[in-house]
């Protein structure tokens, strides 16, 4: 079954930068657009970023826009999202999910998350 | 930006069948999943496109869509189902994701 493997996540400082990876296994990685998705303390899903399986379609949030870079490594069954500028309201656990479909005809759905990895903005 | 509005909660019996709605302008124009969570655990999508069913998630589960509302029904309720709902669209316009605020289904 697939698996997906988060990672990163950790206490940072308001203003601050850090980098989550999720690590894909048992299933063609570049086949598929892959997404972020957190939820903060006891709150609802927001979708934050996604990238198809070529990396030539990327979407963000508006909430994070100009903010967080989300990339994919192909090679090493790798995605990440770069967070710089780091706010309070960033404080969630963080999940990656996996598209059902490429994501360069428009995204589908998530058929499997992570299991998350906490991020807490806080001095 | 599009909204998606949920009931925070809905209660049902056991056995009895629970239906958790998701408003939103048109929704009928768009596909929608739905999403649940169990308490400490990532979500899973339990119907997708509106209606689909992914082959582990039992056929008591189903969805409709039309107009301004998506419907997400789940007949013969089990204390398993106890959960977070939450539906989700793409917003065309804007090519971002967007959730529902989620309802928390109840077994009573």
């Known amino acids: 079954e697939v698996q997906l493997v988060d990672s990163g996540g950790g206490l940072v400082q308001p203003g601050g930068s850090l980098r989550l990876s999720c690590a894909a296994s048992?299933?063609?990685?570049?086949?598929?657009?892959m997404h972020w998705v957190r939820q903060a303390p006891g709150k609802g899903l927001e979708w934050v970023s996604g990238?198809?399986?070529?990396?030539?379609?990327?979407g963000y949030a508006d909430s994070v826009k100009g903010r967080f870079t989300i990339s994919r490594d192909n090679a090493k069954n790798s995605l990440y999202l770069q967070m710089t500028s780091l706010r309070a309201e960033d404080t969630a656990l963080y999940y990656c999910?996996?598209?059902?479909?490429?994501?360069?005809?428009?995204?589908?759905?998530?058929?499997?998350w992570g299991q998350g990895t906490p991020v807490t903005v806080s001095s | 930006s599009y909204v998606l509005t949920q009931p925070p909660s809905v209660s049902v019996a056991p056995g009895q069948t629970a239906r958790i709605t998701c408003g939103g302008n048109?929704?009928?124009?768009?596909?929608v999943h739905w999403n649940q969570q169990k308490p400490g655990q990532a979500p899973v999508v339990v119907v997708y496109d509106d209606s689909d069913r992914p082959s582990r998630i039992p056929e008591r589960f189903s969805g409709s869509n039309s107009g301004n509302t998506a419907t997400l029904t789940i007949s013969r309720v089990e204390a398993g189902d106890e959960a977070d709902y939450y539906c989700q669209v793409w917003d065309s316009s804007s090519d971002q994701g967007v959730f529902g605020g989620g309802t928390k289904l109840t077994v009573l």
């Open positions: 990238v198809s399986w070529n990396s030539g379609t990327i």
């Open positions: 048992r299933f063609t990685f570049d086949d598929y657009a």
């Open positions: 048109n929704i009928g124009s768009k596909s």
């Open positions: 999910a996996k598209d059902k479909g490429g994501g360069t005809s428009g995204w589908h759905y998530f058929d499997y």
